[in-house]
């Protein structure tokens, strides 16, 4: 079974950069995988995709993050991160990762902008 882990939120101010982690246990990085990472703004609302990584570190970013993120996976640690910079109130949300189709979702870690 696949579990995610996510970690490292918590509060930033405008404008200077976040990373978050995603640790994943089970046997998932032995499987080729692309691993995602989604956010939700509020409770209800949908959640949306932010960017993935493929597992030869091809990477894809959502329009709304693109120039300002980086997602980058340590094999060594199944671990994938995600770094924004530059970042804006929208950007407050709570993080997740998984893969596609997702499987159980995490706990995700909670991200807040203050401006």
């Known amino acids: 079974q696949v579990h995610f882990v996510e970690s490292g939120g918590g509060l930033v101010q405008t404008g200077r950069s976040l990373i978050v982690s995603c640790t994943v246990s089970?046997?998932?990085?032995?499987?080729?995988?692309?691993i995602y990472w989604h956010r939700q703004q509020a409770p209800g609302k949908q959640r949306e995709w932010v960017a993935?990584?493929?597992?030869?570190?091809?990477?894809n970013y959502a329009n709304s993050v693109n120039g300002r993120a980086t997602i980058f996976r340590d094999n060594t640690k199944n671990t994938v991160y995600l770094q924004i910079h530059s970042v804006k109130p929208e950007d407050s949300a709570m993080y997740y990762c998984?893969?596609?189709?997702?499987?159980?979702w995490g706990q995700g870690t909670q991200v807040t902008v203050s401006s």
């Open positions: 998984n893969t596609a189709p997702a499987r159980a």
């Open positions: 089970g046997t998932i990085f032995d499987s080729p995988s692309a």
């Open positions: 993935r990584v493929e597992p030869g570190g091809k990477t």
